[in-house]
């Protein structure tokens, strides 16, 4: 089964603070394409980074880096300089082949709240 | 600004009644997407369309039809609504399937129905 795991429901940091979000999934293909999307309480998903599975070079966007570990089929996040703004839901998603196009594979989400 | 507009942002429906979600992107993107999500189960695709004219189901498809009215457009139909169907239904684009650069979302409807 095709599945993206998230076991944080809820996480909170000081703001100026790191935090990392766990995300472990579970694929039998050797080729995707991993991403963290940010939800605020606007409701639109907003791509925040993504990750080549081929690429062993962890992305870094900014503030946001991964940590990639591809044989352990991990994914977690780093968010440095945690800011007020930063506030939403976090999900873990991969993409890959679907029937003839492409689907995304969502986590149920991180809820992290950054406290002032 | 650019990028995915839907409407309407809330809907209640009662049980059998229809409606249609509205999704327009202004992005010049060939791809488009229906997703709906609910709690503790992520987002899935309901349908999708490649390109104008083209349209194909996703993984939970049952209950809903969609038409591709033109590069912009791509509407979401609900002809007989159930509460199973009470959900937060997202449209997304993309230049093309399975674009790994991501998708761009729009905010989202909140449909209820009772």
């Known amino acids: 089964a095709q599945t993206v795991t998230q076991s944080q429901p809820e996480m909170s940091v000081q703001e100026a603070e790191t935090v990392t979000l766990s995300c472990t999934y579970d694929?039998?293909?050797?080729?995707?394409?991993l991403f963290w999307y940010k939800q605020p309480p606007s409701r639109q998903m907003i791509l925040v980074i993504r990750q080549e599975a081929y690429k062993q070079q962890n992305a870094t966007e900014n503030r946001f880096s991964v940590n990639f570990q591809k044989a352990a089929k991990s994914f977690s996040l780093k968010i440095s300089d945690s800011q007020l703004g930063d506030t939403a839901m976090y999900f873990c998603a991969f993409m890959l082949p679907f029937s003839g196009t492409y689907k995304y594979i969502f986590g149920t989400g991180t809820r992290l709240k950054v406290l002032a | 600004n650019a990028g995915v507009t839907q409407t309407p942002k809330f809907q209640v429906l009662k049980t059998g009644q229809s409606m249609t979600l509205q999704c327009a992107q202004d992005?010049?993107?060939?791809?488009m997407y229906w997703y709906r999500q609910d709690p503790g189960m992520g987002l899935r695709l309901i349908y999708y369309?490649?390109?104008?004219?083209?349209?194909d189901k996703g993984e939970v498809p049952n209950g809903y039809n969609v038409s591709r009215l033109n590069k912009r457009e791509f509407s979401l139909r609900l002809e007989s609504a159930a509460p199973s169907q009470t959900s937060v239904y997202f449209c997304?684009?993309?230049?093309?399937?399975?674009?790994?650069?991501?998708?761009?979302f729009g905010s989202g409807t909140r449909l209820t129905v009772v």
């Open positions: 992005m010049n993107h060939n791809s």
């Open positions: 694929t039998s293909e050797s080729n995707y394409y």
């Open positions: 997304a684009s993309s230049w093309s399937l399975g674009f790994n650069y991501g998708y761009t």
């Open positions: 369309s490649a390109s104008e004219g083209t349209t």
